[in-house]
């Protein structure tokens, strides 16, 4: 059987290496790889369609899965999770707790960023600031003009504006038009100087800590889909990706745990991964929907509550069916 040809899109992780060079094979499927910011895949993935496998945003998937409008159907692969504590800045001359922000502007560059979605419901489940009680001001970061990728139908007690044309939320923290900034990045030019602007919270890996050990959630942030014609074509298609991707990963922390010479150009890579395994475990980054349900069905709640799902959607309707279970030997 000839193998499929097929486009795949994601990030050049650490955890995607092994496919990247070719050690690790998609069963089945003859690949070609792009690697590209998150922002262009999830882009050109859901204005266009335009690749086979694709890394996706999980807010993203979410609005249109819920309304039978996904071009792909997910697999339980999460090439992105992140404790978004470190997303949110604020004026630190205005807002000295979490609860401060109540009645304030918050800057956003897509108001059903996956990152954002995981930011409102700390702020919400935590310290009680609902999205409602913020005016959020969407405006690119770095660049202005930066269109929401998807249409949304809020609830109507959320007060969405634009920034005003030719401006950016970075620009607007800076200058103080806002009082808080969420983004997956942080804020750009004069306002990333700026003695004033700083993350909301003083400490944040101690806060994110006491947040996975109360709740057990580590936030994902991106899943892999597979068009859906090739899944129905194929049915054991997805079951490949996700093998593919869980064998990639393992061979990154096989080369993590390698401290002979570090993989990783960054001090202290020993002691910060002795301290995740301490907190959450020694798979403490898993794929698959057992291992990650508490997480799963976490951010449907907040993602339906927030207004960007068309219903609240159950964990067995997220995923491919065949991707659900796997084989032990």
């Known amino acids: 059987m000839a193998k499929l040809q097929l486009s795949v899109a994601m990030g050049d992780y650490d955890r995607t290496r092994a496919l990247l060079d070719g050690s690790v094979q998609i069963d089945g499927v003859d690949p070609v790889y792009m690697t590209a910011s998150p922002e262009e895949i999830f882009f050109r993935a859901f204005r266009n369609v335009e690749f086979d496998i694709s890394e996706m945003s999980f807010s993203s998937y979410l609005v249109k899965h819920s309304k039978g409008e996904s071009p792909y159907i997910a697999v339980p692969v999460f090439l992105s999770r992140a404790f978004r504590h470190t997303s949110i800045y604020v004026r630190k001359d205005r807002i000295k707790r979490p609860e401060d922000l109540k009645g304030c502007r918050i800057g956003v560059p897509e108001y059903q960023l996956t990152a954002i979605v995981w930011a409102r419901s700390i702020l919400q489940d935590d310290y009680g600031v609902r999205p409602e009680d913020v005016t959020w001001v969407r405006g690119g970061i770095d660049e202005p003009g930066r269109p929401e990728k998807i249409k949304l139908q809020l609830p109507a007690d959320v007060r969405l504006e634009s920034a005003p044309e030719g401006d950016t939320i970075s620009a607007m923290l800076d200058r103080g038009d806002i009082d808080g900034f969420i983004a997956p990045?942080?804020?750009?030019?004069?306002?990333?100087?700026?003695?004033?602007?700083?993350?909301?919270?003083?400490?944040?890996?101690?806060?994110a800590k006491d947040y996975y050990k109360r709740t057990g959630v580590f936030p994902i942030m991106h899943v892999v889909g597979v068009r859906k014609e090739l899944a129905a074509q194929h049915p054991w298609l997805p079951g490949a990706v996700l093998k593919a991707f869980e064998q990639s990963k393992a061979a990154a922390l096989e080369k993590l745990s390698d401290t002979s010479a570090t993989k990783v150009t960054l001090p202290f890579v020993e002691e910060q991964l002795k301290a995740a395994r301490e907190?959450?475990?020694?798979?403490?980054?898993?794929y698959g929907v057992a291992a990650?349900?508490?997480?799963?069905?976490?951010?449907?709640?907040?993602h339906h509550s927030q207004g960007l799902s068309a219903r609240l959607m159950n964990v067995e309707e997220l995923f491919h069916p065949a991707t659900y279970e796997s084989f032990k030997i």
Not at 279 to 286: I, N
Not at 296 to 301: D, G, I
């Open 185 to 207: 990045r942080p804020p750009g030019g004069a306002a990333a100087k700026n003695p004033n602007v700083g993350w909301l919270f003083d400490d944040p890996t101690a806060v």
């Open 279 to 286: 907190t959450m475990g020694s798979d403490f980054w898993s």
């Open 292 to 302: 990650n349900r508490k997480t799963l069905e976490t951010f449907v709640r907040h």
